[in-house]
């Protein structure tokens, strides 16, 4: 059986959007677990703690936002990431500051929401990066995106954190020479952001340590 990347808890009263969510990340190869209230999910968190809690806002009874507030009062490190409708993202930034550590707008912009569970999974710390070169090389390289300029960021910073999550992804999966591909793919783009000078120097040099790591631990063809 292949590694999981994760373990992802879905929150959401309706089944259909449970559903899409479940299938989209366990085939990016996460392990995702449900609960359709509140009360559920924070009877699974605290049974078998996930590393990133999509938590949608509007469900009857226990809200999104009242199960994130009680969560906080065991577990103030857990990721939540709320789901909210377009008419609720001004409820969903106020939840920032309650602790949840960013929203998902539906209908779902999936890189977006790919990007952000992944992000997500790296501060939550699952898979140490001190003993996972695939994860140590994923938050070296999104250090160095978020401290590229905005511009610089929409394109080669998105195409680089795009490049490292398809590289994990294709190792979890077995797929070895896929995952080298996305490598070169990542040291090409290292190049390209040098030279228009997007990257610093000392982030530079801490997406290449990760990444000859990665390197070194990409299986041998038998």
């Given at each position: 059986m292949s590694p999981s990347l994760g373990r992802i808890l879905v929150v959401d009263d309706e089944a259909p959007v449970r559903e899409v969510l479940s299938e989209y990340f366990s085939s990016q190869g996460y392990t995702v677990d449900e609960a359709s209230n509140g009360n559920d999910a924070?009877?699974?968190?605290?049974?078998?703690?996930?590393?990133?809690?999509?938590?949608?806002?509007?469900?009857?009874?226990?809200?999104?936002?009242?199960v994130l507030r009680r969560v906080r009062t065991f577990d103030d490190a857990l990721t939540i990431i709320m789901v909210t409708a377009n008419e609720d993202v001004g409820l969903a930034r106020e939840t920032l500051k309650l602790g949840a550590f960013d929203y998902v707008a539906k209908p779902f912009d999936y890189d977006y929401l790919d990007r952000t569970v992944s992000a997500g999974m790296l501060k939550s710390g699952a898979g140490s990066t001190d003993v996972d070169p695939w994860r140590r090389l994923a938050h070296a390289v999104f250090r160095a995106a978020r401290a590229m300029n905005a511009t610089a960021r929409a394109s080669t910073g998105a195409r680089l954190e795009a490049a490292a999550l398809a590289a994990a992804r294709e190792v979890a999966t077995r797929r070895a020479a896929v995952a080298a591909e996305h490598l070169d793919e990542i040291e090409l783009l290292l190049s390209i952001a040098t030279d228009l000078g997007d990257l610093p120097g000392p982030d530079r040099t801490l997406v290449e340590t990760a990444l000859e790591a990665a390197r070194r631990a990409l299986p041998v063809a038998s």
């Open positions: 924070i009877g699974t968190i605290r049974r078998h703690r996930p590393d990133v809690v999509l938590l949608d806002i509007r469900m009857p009874g226990l809200d999104g936002v009242e």
